[in-house]
């Protein structure tokens, strides 16, 4: 058995006296395709931004590639982590979120180079050969020198993807990338999506209301409610034979709203 890529152990994590995850635990092996589904406010956006350092734990241990995320050893003994050791751990992960955070005064080709440039020290002619190959991947190779303001909601969001992907993350998440695009606009995405899961082996983790599409993308499929893991189990397994009353109720839901599962 290899390691996990992604092993979290235990993690407590509250907004005020709100207690969002108690006690949870998960691992992702190396080159996983992993769907997080659930209701609202069940915590998979709080998971999410946890492993992207962009929240802070209560307690338990996450270890990315066998080395602790919010602590580190000092003298044979495990400390809080400082913002040194989170910054070289942070670049170990990629995210993309549902509105794309693109720098709007900055052209395509500039957005995709920029964090290479600058917090890897690639030099501009690499960062932006690189950039290129990144853009073609996702069909916009044609629109490197547009502003973000001259592109659809879909092209942006592609945009976005190839920028998180310019910094060569081992794992990659993705919040809910198609929920604020226009119905007509999904489909490109999710068909970037798909490719970058078939023809790459970096560790994906995808939070989606989008059943069809996590059942097309994902090796296992989670489903959370209120903090907790309810059940898992292979796309198949959770969309067609969920043996849990409420990943059922949840999933009755979704169809009721008009969704394909
Ligand atoms: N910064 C915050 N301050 C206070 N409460 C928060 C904060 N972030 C999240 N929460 C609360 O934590 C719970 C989990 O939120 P989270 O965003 O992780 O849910 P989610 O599963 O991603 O939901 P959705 O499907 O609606 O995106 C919610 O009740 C939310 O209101
Ligand atoms: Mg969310």
């Known amino acids: 058995m290899s390691t996990p890529i992604i092993d979290i152990d235990g993690i407590t994590k509250s907004f005020g006296a709100f207690k969002v995850l108690d006690g949870l635990s998960m691992k992702v092996m190396p080159g996983e395709k992993l769907a997080l589904i659930g209701p609202s406010g069940s915590g998979k956006t709080t998971i999410l931004r946890i492993l992207m350092t962009l929240e802070r734990i209560d307690g338990g241990h996450i270890r990315i590639g066998g080395e602790q995320l919010y602590h580190m050893e000092r003298e044979g003994r495990l400390v809080p982590a400082d913002e040194r050791h989170l910054t070289r751990m942070r670049r170990k992960i990629g995210m993309v979120f549902q509105l794309f955070n693109l720098f709007p005064h900055k052209c395509v080709l500039d957005n995709v180079t920029l964090a290479p440039m600058l917090t890897k020290g ?74 970058l899961a078939a023809e790459t ?61």
């Not at 990144?134 to 969001?157: C, E, F, H, I, R």
């Not at 809910?176 to 226009?182: F, G, K, P, Q, R």
């Open 122 to 195: 690639i030099a501009r002619p690499a960062a932006e050969k690189r950039a290129m190959e990144l853009l073609d991947m996702v069909g916009l190779a044609d629109k490197a020198k547009a502003m973000p303001a001259q592109l659809s909601g879909g092209q942006k969001q592609r945009v976005a993807i190839a920028r998180a992907l310019a910094l060569s993350p081992e794992i990659m998440l993705f919040d809910e990338v198609t929920s604020a695009l226009d119905p007509e606009l999904v489909e490109e995405v999710l068909t970037v999506m798909r490719r």
């Open 201 to 261: 082996d970096m560790t994906m983790l995808l939070v989606t209301h989008e059943m069809g599409f996590a059942h097309d993308f994902a090796d296992r499929v989670l489903f959370f409610d209120r903090g907790r893991i309810v059940e898992e189990g292979k796309p198949d397994e959770i969309f067609r034979h969920p043996t849990q009353e409420r990943t059922q109720a949840f999933l009755r839901k979704i169809i009721a709203a008009g969704h394909r599962v």
